[in-house]
């Protein structure tokens, strides 16, 4: 079945720099959601991705869709101690809304 | 505040015993979904609703779990003879309808603990 990578799997950032996770599948995907937790939180909706190389951003997040639909990455410039939290992709499935949540990218920041 | 609601928070039960979380969705929202989430892992599918009707169950979701939406709008989710392996966080969710472009909005979540 369909199932997610995603890398690192912890990721301690200097506050100010940049850093980028990944998101990456064996099979192609129909659209990707990122999701953002904050320790003791719940996932937070931060965006949805459908087009082959689609990029959108939100500030200083970036949001890739790979050429081919089985990679996407977030990129985070300029961190703030804001951005602590485990970063998830959650690709769709045959459902919508059946999700397969990948493991997660904790991010910590040192001020 | 995403506007789903779920109660509890947080329970504490015995081994044996039967639990129920309530979650109420954004009004409105067509789709409910279930999840569970352990420490250190990603959200799991358990089930999910269009309005009423119970359309997917997750395999993870054994014979001793069941949820309802009896009139399409808030939903239940009753674990019996719990287990310690039932430890987790259950999260609801809700959409307006499905496909992109139809949002998925989780809950806060309800933390169970079994001892």
């Known amino acids: 079945g369909q199932q997610v990578m995603q890398i690192p799997q912890y990721q301690h950032v200097q506050e100010g720099e940049d850093f980028t996770t990944y998101c990456n599948s064996s099979t192609t995907l129909s659209n990707i959601q990122w999701y953002k937790q904050r320790p003791g939180g719940h996932p937070v909706f931060l965006i949805q991705l459908v087009k082959s190389g689609e990029v959108k951003k939100q500030k200083r997040l970036t949001f890739q869709f790979g050429e081919a639909k089985k990679n996407s990455s977030l990129h985070i410039t300029a961190t703030q101690t804001t951005d602590v939290g485990t970063y998830f992709c959650?690709?769709?499935?045959?459902?919508?809304?059946?999700?397969?949540f990948g493991a997660g990218t904790q991010v910590v920041v040192t001020p | 505040d995403t506007g789903v609601s779920q109660d509890p928070r947080h329970k504490i039960t015995k081994r044996g015993q039967n639990v129920t979380f309530r979650c109420d969705p954004i009004?409105?929202?067509?789709?409910l979904y279930w999840y569970r989430q352990t420490l250190g892992q990603g959200p799991e599918f358990l089930t999910y609703?269009?309005?009423?009707?119970?359309?997917?169950k997750s395999r993870l979701l054994s014979d001793r779990f069941s949820a309802e939406r009896p009139k399409g709008s808030f939903s239940t989710l009753e674990i019996q003879r719990t287990e310690q392996g039932d430890s987790a966080m259950y999260l609801c969710?809700?959409?307006?309808?499905?496909?992109?472009?139809?949002?998925?909005?989780f809950g806060e979540g309800s933390w169970l603990t079994v001892v």
């Open positions: 959650a690709p769709s499935t045959d459902s919508w809304g059946k999700f397969q």
């Open positions: 969710a809700s959409s307006q309808g499905a496909g992109p472009g139809n949002t998925i909005y």
């Open positions: 609703f269009q309005n009423e009707a119970q359309l997917e």
């Open positions: 009004s409105e929202h067509n789709r």
